[in-house]
């Protein structure tokens, strides 16, 4: 069974850091890019970030581009998403997904998704 399993939500207040990782289990996502997006309450599901398979092109949302920083450890199978300079409207569910296809994350769409982890921006 494939599963993207998200990790290190939590609270924190703002101007604070937090970093989730992305464990994937059941296949290699090794040749597949990887992102992350979220879904504060009342809100639509929103692009966040996304990494290329072999980790040399990136894209951000504009609200995170300077802040956020994407990884991806393809030995361990794993995604990384450094958030720092946390705000209150960073407040959402975060969610990791995988496809085959960089362009597709970037436009919200993935074969695979996680089950999301919380996080809480204090003010």
């Known amino acids: 069974q494939v599963q993207l399993v998200e990790s290190g939500g939590g609270l924190v207040q703002a101007g604070g850091s937090l970093r989730l990782s992305c464990a994937a289990s059941?296949?290699?996502?090794?040749?597949?890019?990887r992102g992350w997006f979220r879904q504060a309450p009342g809100k639509e599901r929103e692009f966040v970030a996304a990494?290329?398979?072999?980790?040399?092109?990136?894209g951000y949302a504009d609200s995170v581009n300077g802040r956020f920083t994407i990884s991806r450890d393809n030995a361990k199978n794993t995604v990384y998403l450094q958030m720092n300079s946390l705000k209150p409207e960073d407040t959402a569910v975060y969610y990791c997904?995988?496809?085959?296809?960089?362009?597709?994350?970037?436009?919200?769409?993935?074969?695979?998704w996680g089950q999301g982890t919380q996080v809480t921006v204090s003010s």
């Open positions: 059941g296949r290699t996502f090794s040749s597949y890019a």
């Open positions: 997904a995988a496809d085959q296809i960089f362009s597709r994350l970037a436009s919200g769409r993935a074969n695979y």
């Open positions: 990494i290329s398979w072999t980790g040399d092109r990136t």
